[in-house]
């Protein structure tokens, strides 16, 4: 009853109260007239004209439809006028304003369905009160009802006249209220729009920023890491071991740097939608062995043990870039909040519910634990725990948060489950087909995942790999012969060399070995010093000593090898045992001189970088040409061919992509190798266009110098074995 009755139950409640005390006294005078007036029907006729208004709208305001209950007033009023209009026999005027009325009123508030069934109500009324009556008809009527009858007809007729002109203007309003809204709908559509080409203007700048700030800051971080390795090296071959460590904080702290600028990045692709994805079929046994390897340092640092648990997982098809990091953020997260404990990685192959292979990847620890409030936002950017946490453990909060966002562009999900004090589980669940709706790059990378992006120019990762197959019976390659009493550490020196595409000749003493040199004449030798009757230094001595012999530069292998007393005898340089893959990768370079042009043309804008990069080269033998820009690179290029080109892209004048298309276009079919070297964090279409152009895409600061040094190499030999066409041109990249 605390509702507003309904305008409907307001009007036919106005009618009632005004109409049907008239109807009722017209009534009472037709009955009277006739001489049928009885106490009964008095009561009744009272009643129908002065309680049943009330009646009719109290009823109809307490039902949850209020015009509902009205219509069934309606048909209740329609079944009392054809009863009325009955017992009165039909009398004329007295009878047409009730039926009238009535029939009026279920029009106006119900339409013709509900005035068809007030017409069935009224005939039901009459049937009933003519049986009772024998149907008997009287159409005439006393002077004064039938004047009644027509005031009341007229007083039905107004009502219901007002009642339309009210909901007409009510019906005008509403639509010059909805133009209104329309008006205001258009208009607050209008902000939306431009609020959104505003935001994505804005979101476009951002990008724009980021790619800027991507190049401006990686540029000098490159400088930092490559000068900070240079420097360790030369510390390192003057014997000043107290500078390494110092010198590997520097490093290690730009790669740190880099780390975090990677994933600030990574985070504002994925906002802006823009992160891409690549897939390919890789083995995931050897993904999980390679980041086990990368993570172990980490792990060890804070006397962690870390055992892995992956066997019979076949292949996969996704990301292996986004896969790769996932897991290392998960172990490195892992291994900053455990001391002294466990780490365990779990790796298994499960059908899903829903018939699909899932991969599922489980990184345990026995860490600090987390409190379900602290569960609740470790997913976040920039979060971690809370603030003790990041006060203690440092950390930009990033990680996990990038970790989620990879799996679920994947197609998979994380989870977590940890108990405070105890320690924590991540579960990372991903589809071993990954639908993940981008369309892959054949042997994409990310844009900084793995330094090197991949090799971009149609089949040279073949040729590469058809060299380093064959390199070892050509004639050309250097020969090196390594001297070791272990055969276990002679296997793996000639497999290590065997990778970097040098043929190799073991000797098992100092005798053989002396023996094997005079017979082959090898372009270096690898020389143990702890051997049993003749020890390293003497076959070093008997070496020199033979005018044959005494050029060929030897590198002395040994775990307590002098350098001071191998440089008095004639040693060109020293290796510790075990065996650091980089060094002597970069040994070779310096001692190994290979055939042919050894010329390398550097074109990049920054002064530093161009000078970091001439260092390390000119540290391996090879002729360094530079160039500021583009355009000075073509001129370069015209004065002398050179045997690479190391490529930047952001430069002023010409840019990188500029140089390669005016390279391209100018018909010369025997230019050389290009190598990228660049800051810029590329998209799908640029690397698309220089998948044509350039051999692979190093991103800046992200590959050591070793790897650098191999990658130039390798473009080099690649380059050298192309096909040559019926003109004697060499083959380009497709």
């Not at 307490?62 to 509902?68: C, N």
């Not at 017409?119 to 004064?144: D, K, Q, R």
């Not at 149609?458 to 250097?478: C, K, L, M």
């Not at 050029?551 to 005898?569: E, H, K, R, T, Y």
Request: charged share 25%; aromatic share 4%.
């Amino acid at each position: 009853m605390g509702t507003r009755a309904h305008p409907i139950v307001r009007l036919d409640y106005l009618v009632r109260v005004v109409c049907y005390p008239i109807s009722a006294m017209i009534l009472y005078a037709v009955f009277n007239r006739t001489g049928r007036m009885q106490p009964a029907l008095a009561l009744l006729l009272l009643c129908y004209g002065f309680v049943w208004p009330h009646v009719a709208y109290l009823w109809a305001r307490r039902g949850r439809d209020q015009k509902l209950g009205e219509q069934r007033n309606l048909l209740a009023d329609s079944v009392l006028m054809g009863a009325w209009a009955a017992g009165m026999h039909f009398s004329l005027w007295p009878s047409v304003m009730l039926l009238s009325g009535v029939h009026l009123g279920n029009l106006s508030i119900g339409g013709f369905r509900l005035a068809a069934k007030g017409l069935a109500g009224v005939v039901l009324g009459a049937a009933c009160v003519g049986l009772a009556t024998g149907f008997a008809i009287n159409f005439t009527a006393p002077p004064i009802p039938t004047a009644a009858s027509i005031l009341g007809i007229f007083i039905y007729g107004s009502v219901f006249s007002y009642h339309s002109h009210v909901q007409s203007k009510r019906i005008v309003h509403g639509r010059k209220l909805l133009e209104a809204r329309n008006l205001e709908i258009g208009e607050a559509s209008l902000q939306l729009a431009q609020a959104k080409e505003e935001a994505e203007a804005a979101n476009e700048s951002k990008s724009l920023f980021l790619a800027n700030m991507s190049h401006e800051l990686r540029t000098p971080l490159n400088a930092i890491i490559g000068y900070s390795e240079l420097l360790v090296e030369e510390a390192q071959d003057a014997g000043d071991e107290a500078m390494v460590p110092d010198l590997r904080k520097i490093h290690t702290a730009g790669k740190h740097l880099l780390g975090l600028i990677n994933e600030v990045l990574d985070l504002s692709k994925i906002e802006a939608g823009k992160m891409e994805v690549y897939l390919e079929a890789f083995d995931v046994a050897a993904l999980v062995e390679g980041v086990a390897g990368t993570v172990e340092p980490l792990v060890a640092k804070k006397g962690n043990a870390l055992l892995i648990d992956a066997s019979d997982l076949g292949a996969m098809h996704s990301d292996v870039t986004k896969v790769r990091q996932m897991l290392f953020n998960l172990l490195s997260n892992a291994s900053k909040f455990t001391e002294q404990g466990d780490i365990r990685l779990l790796a298994r192959r499960e059908t899903g519910d829903d018939g699909r292979d899932w991969m599922v990847f489980a990184v345990e620890d026995t860490g600090i634990g987390m409190t379900p409030e602290q569960q609740a936002r470790v997913f976040q950017p920039f979060s971690q725990a809370d603030a003790s946490t990041t006060r203690k453990y440092g950390g930009t909060g990033l990680g996990l948060a990038i970790t989620r966002s990879f799996a679920q562009m994947l197609g998979g999900d994380i989870a977590l489950r940890s108990t405070a004090g105890i320690g924590t589980t991540f579960t990372l669940r991903l589809p071993v087909d990954s639908n993940a709706g981008t369309a892959a790059l054949a042997d994409g990378d990310d844009d900084h995942g793995g330094g090197l992006a991949g090799e971009l120019g149609g089949d040279h990762g073949d040729r590469a790999r058809q060299d380093d197959a064959s390199r070892g019976t050509e004639p050309r390659e250097p020969l090196v012969l390594v001297i070791d009493d272990e055969p276990v550490a002679c296997e793996m020196i000639t497999r290590m060399l065997a990778r970097e595409g040098v043929r190799c000749r073991a000797a098992l003493d100092g005798e053989s070995g002396l023996q094997l040199a005079r017979e082959l004449a090898p372009d270096l030798v690898l020389l143990d010093v702890l051997m049993p009757r003749m020890d390293g230094w003497t076959v070093l001595s008997r070496l020199k000593a033979d005018p044959a012999l005494a050029s060929i530069p030897v590198v002395m292998v040994s775990i307590a090898g002098d350098q001071a007393m191998g440089s008095a005898l004639g040693a060109s340089g020293s290796l510790a045992k075990p065996l650091d893959r980089e060094r002597l990768v970069r040994l070779l370079e310096r001692h190994l001189q290979r055939p042919g042009n050894r010329s390398i043309l550097v074109i990049e804008d920054d002064p530093t970088t161009r000078s970091m990069l001439r260092r390390l080269l000119e540290r391996q033998g090879w002729t360094v040409a530079e160039a500021k820009n583009g355009r000075d690179g073509l001129e370069r290029m015209r004065a002398s061919r050179p045997a690479l080109v190391l490529l930047d892209l952001m430069m002023p004048e010409m840019d990188g992509f500029a140089f390669l298309d005016a390279l391209h276009d100018g018909g010369d079919n025997d230019a050389p190798p290009v190598v990228v070297l660049t800051a810029k964090a590329l998209t799908r279409d640029e690397q698309r266009r220089l998948a044509g152009q350039a051999r692979s895409v190093i991103e800046k600061g992200s590959c050591s110098q070793a790897e650098l040094e191999q990658e130039v190499r390798r473009a080099i030999d690649a380059a050298a074995d192309a096909p040559v066409d019926a003109d004697g041109n060499a083959g380009q990249p497709a």
